[in-house]
Each structure stands twice: as C-alpha cells, then as structure tokens.
C-alpha cells in the first residue's frame, strides 16, 4: 500500500519548521528518519495531511559532551551516535543500548531523538532518557522549554509534546565517577523489536553500591526508573542479592501478550535479564572516564 497523499514541508530553520507546524496543527507530523513514521504511513495506520521534513535544517546533527551530560541533536541518526567515541567515553550505556536497535540499515537513517519523540515502549533509546534523567529540549511557537525525560513519555506512543513543537535535541545525564552499567535484552532474531529489555546503573562509593536503578523495554507501558536500592544498597559488588533485585523486577514490569511473546514469558525474560544486567554491571568497570567531555 502507499501513503495517503500529502504535502511535502521542506523547512530550513527549526522557527521555520515550527512556523509550518503550528499552522497545520494535528494534521501535521514531523519527518525525522522516516524508519516509523514511513511504516505507519505506508499501511495507512496515519495518513498526516503535511508532512513537516526537519533533514534540511541545520544544525540538529551535532552531538555535543560537556557539563556532564551528552547532547544529541534531532538529526543524530543511531548510527551516529553509536560510533561517537566521546558520547560513549562519557556515558557508555549510550553505546550499549543503541546498538541493539534495529539492525544497521535502520540504524543509519532512524534518529535517537525521534526514537524518543515516538515513545514506543519497545524503544531502547526511552529507556536509557528516563534512566539518565534525560532533559527534552522542545520547541513550539510559545518558544523553547525543557521536559525531564520523566515527564515526557505518557502512555504508549504517546508524550507531552504538543502537535505544533519540535523536539531539537536530548540532553542524557552521565551518570557519576564510579557507577557501573549494563544493557540487556532478549529478541526473537537479531535486530528484531526486544521481547524484553533492560538497563542498569549501579552507583558505588568504593566496591559497596549506594544506588541501583534499571529501566526497561517492551515490558511497561511507559518507560520509568525502578530503584533497586532497597535489595542491593550497602552490598559489596562481589556478592549483590540478585534474587532480591530480580524479584523487584519482576513486581515491578507489566508487560502485555501479544503474537510473539505471552505476558508470563516476558516476565519472566525480564527478571531474569535484570539479574544478568546486574551481574554485568557488579564485573564492568565504572564508566566514568575521567576527562573524556
Ligand atoms: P520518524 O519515523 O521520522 O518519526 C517517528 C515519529 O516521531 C513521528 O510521529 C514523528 O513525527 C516524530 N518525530 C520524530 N522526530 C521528531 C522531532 N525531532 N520532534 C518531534 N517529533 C518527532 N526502534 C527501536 O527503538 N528498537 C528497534 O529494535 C527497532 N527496530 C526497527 C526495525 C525496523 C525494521 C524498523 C523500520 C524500525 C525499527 N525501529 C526500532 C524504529 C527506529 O528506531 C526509528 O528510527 C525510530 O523509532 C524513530 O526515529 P525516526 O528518526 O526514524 O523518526
């Protein structure tokens, strides 16, 4: 099937690009990658009036390491991002996660930024903004304004954000000198959508953990951050109650049936991934680098 018709927007600055938005209002989409917006276009599950193409405006490629958090522009392509030693000397689970979406031709056209505009729960890049308390730049024709990553995802493929703003850029926090983290997750082929996914991020002061977070895909209907804490806080790396974390896990993710796995089964995939994520993170080495921005 093709797409329904539509009015092609080719934008060359991000005022330009919300000066169409807001004129257009709901029956306008941005066209960041294409690599789901396209899909969902081409089955006529949305048929958009205007499509508002940000590729031509400069300035939203750059992927920026400073100040403790790593900047990603609209335009980052995964790929992009995947490769950028600085973003992956600065925060690594950038690296861990984004190489498992997709596989490399989506990778080199799909943006991490759009990813996370798209808000789906299958998404690896939500994840990771909610578990590095992530900043959502927008902006709309009230001007820019900043969302936590927190705030941003409401229900599946669906944000905050309103018809006539345009994500710019993503902010993700580098965790602090010490913290140790990992990325898992578990599909029926290589590059398919996860099963079940998870990240990790273990905060210590010496070999003893102080914080213990993890996040997950496919198994919540909105990315969020489970603190696991309560079961590995004041524990040695070398020998963390993983039953205790798991079953936290497992309480916590709610995940649906659907054709390719039941709910019980990605349950179960995600607890047992939270217990391997961590025993990972327990045996990496922190990933801070010292002066890597
Ligand atoms: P687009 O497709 O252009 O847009 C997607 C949505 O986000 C649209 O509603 C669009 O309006 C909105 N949007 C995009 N950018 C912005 C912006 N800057 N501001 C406001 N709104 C914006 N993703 C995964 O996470 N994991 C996977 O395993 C995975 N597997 C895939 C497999 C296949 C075969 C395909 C085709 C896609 C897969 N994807 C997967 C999706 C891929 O990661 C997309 O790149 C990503 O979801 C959306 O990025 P995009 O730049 O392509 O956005």
Excluded: W
Aim: aromatic share 4%.
């Amino acid at each position: 099937m093709k797409p329904a018709p539509f009015v092609h927007h080719a934008p060359r600055s991000v005022e330009e690009a919300v000066a169409v938005l807001g004129e257009v209002g709901h029956d306008g989409k941005v066209l960041a990658g294409g690599q789901s917006l396209i899909p969902l276009l081409s089955m006529r599950l949305a048929s958009p009036g205007h499509l508002v193409d940000v590729n031509g405006v400069p300035g939203l490629d750059t992927v920026e390491v400073s100040d403790g958090h790593v900047r990603v522009g609209a335009l980052v392509r995964h790929a992009g991002l995947e490769r950028h030693d600085g973003a992956h000397a600065a925060l690594p689970l950038l690296r861990r996660a984004v190489r498992n979406v997709a596989h490399p031709a989506v990778r080199s056209r799909g943006t991490s930024v759009g990813s996370i505009a798209h808000a789906d729960p299958s998404g690896e890049m939500p994840a990771v903004a909610v578990l590095t308390g992530a900043v959502v730049e927008v902006v709309g024709p009230r001007g820019p304004r900043e969302v936590p990553a927190g705030d941003f995802f409401v229900g599946p493929l669906e944000t905050t954000l309103g018809a006539d703003e345009l994500v710019v850029a993503v902010r993700f926090g580098c965790f602090t000198p010490g913290t140790r983290t990992a990325f898992l997750e578990s599909a029926r082929r290589s590059g398919d959508y996860a099963l079940a996914g998870v990240a990790v991020a273990l905060g210590t002061d010496g070999d003893v953990v102080t914080t213990a977070t993890a996040s997950f895909v496919s198994v919540t209907p909105v990315p969020d951050v489970l603190d696991l804490a309560p079961a590995l806080a004041g524990h040695p790396l070398a020998d963390l109650p993983l039953d205790a974390a798991a079953e936290l896990a497992r309480a916590h993710v709610d995940p649906e049936t659907d054709i390719h796995a039941s709910a019980e089964y990605r349950r179960m995939l995600a607890t047992e991934l939270t217990r391997r994520a961590l025993r990972e993170a327990a045996s990496d080495r922190p990933d801070h680098v010292e002066g890597a921005a």
